[in-house]
Nanobody
């Protein structure tokens, strides 16, 4: 079974870049038709999809965050990362990485989740 674990600083200052890494075990991030997502949940609010990188390294981002978001991967470490620039207190949230299938016929695009990590944006 695929397992995911988020890591990175829990506190980021306004205007700086939020950087998180998801370490994957039990599966390869280069697998065909796989999808590796970043999702967040601000306090008291619903889940918000940030973006995804698929098994070929192709990325897609939420239109609301696209201008500030970059998702990349390190295949040698089986990791993928999130960078969110110019953060404000509105970016304070629980951040999750998630794994699922992609492409035609996919029924579980968010099948597995990491435990999440709290990130607070504050001076």
């Amino acid at each position: 079974q695929v397992q995911l674990q988020e890591s990175g600083p829990g506190l980021v200052k306004p205007s700086q870049t939020l950087s998180l890494t998801c370490t994957v075990s039990g599966g390869s991030i280069t697998t065909s038709y796989s999808a590796w997502n970043w999702i967040r949940q601000p306090p008291g609010k619903g889940l918000e999809w940030i973006g995804v990188i698929n098994g070929d390294g192709v990325t897609h981002y939420s239109p609301c965050l696209k201008s500030r978001t970059s998702i990349s991967r390190d295949t040698s470490k089986n990791q993928f990362s999130l960078q969110l620039s110019s953060v404000t207190p509105e970016d304070t949230a629980e951040y999750y990485c998630s794994y699922g299938c992609s492409g035609y016929g996919c029924l579980t695009p968010f099948g597995s989740w990491g435990q999440g990590t709290q990130v607070t944006v504050s001076s």
